[in-house]
């Protein structure tokens, strides 16, 4: 399970598997940044790359009862919360055949990488250290967006539209830090019985 910062993290790990696999000559240039709402209503944009802009966080219901989380000396935490990221991606260019070739070629790469390993998610985790454990991943799902969520992105960008997808992480499970007590083991037993008053 992982640390409080996989959410961070996850986004992080998307922006650097598209910039460590775009193609500099054929989009030379580009820029790869996590966006905030604000971004999108500035007046300086990308000149050419992606935008990830994480617009919802979702309590993944398959999996929300999970057990409590147990280390390997046996202490046992809180059960885990499961959270689905859901990620708008939006391609900015200079012309629009720059625009629309960037988004074909993100979400070809996306596709190709439908599950983040551990490794790959790590190692964009800079000081925070190792966020996921080695046998958890990340689950890239092509998502689409519904009336409410259509609207709401409107809302947000529509003095700068931009062609854009959307994406779930999937599985990504919040661990808690908080032990869970447990009683020893009973030793004895005691028997109290009240005398019945009989008259």
């Known amino acids: 399970m992982a640390s409080t910062q996989a959410i961070a993290v996850t ?12 193609p500099k000559e054929q989009f030379p240039g580009a820029e790869f940044r996590l966006f905030q709402t604000k971004d999108f ?20 219901t398959t999996r929300r009862n999970l057990p409590p989380r147990q280390e390997p000396d046996g ?20 012309t629009a055949e720059e625009q629309q070739g960037l988004l074909g070629w993100a979400i070809r790469t996306l596709e190709d990488t439908p599950v983040l390993p551990a490794g790959l998610l790590n190692r964009f ?6 966020v996921f ?5 990340v689950e890239l799902v092509g998502d689409i967006l519904s009336i409410q969520d259509m609207f709401n992105l409107w809302e947000i960008a529509k003095h700068n539209h931009q062609a854009s997808i959307s994406y779930i992480a999937r599985m990504i499970s919040l661990d808690s830090e908080i ?12 028997f109290d019985y009240t005398q019945a008053v009989i008259q």
Request: glycine share 8%.
């Open 11 to 22: 986004a992080l790990a998307l922006r650097g598997l598209l910039a460590n696999a775009c």
């Open 41 to 60: 209503q500035a007046s300086q944009q990308l000149n050419s790359g992606v935008s990830i802009y994480l617009h919802r966080i979702t309590f993944n």
């Open 75 to 94: 202490r046992r935490y809180r059960p885990p919360t499961p959270v689905d990221l859901h990620y708008l991606i939006t391609a900015w260019g200079r």
């Open 125 to 130: 985790a800079g000081e925070r250290g190792e």
């Open 133 to 137: 454990r080695s046998n958890e991943t």
């Open 179 to 190: 032990a869970l007590t447990e009683a020893g083991p009973v030793q004895t037993r005691s």
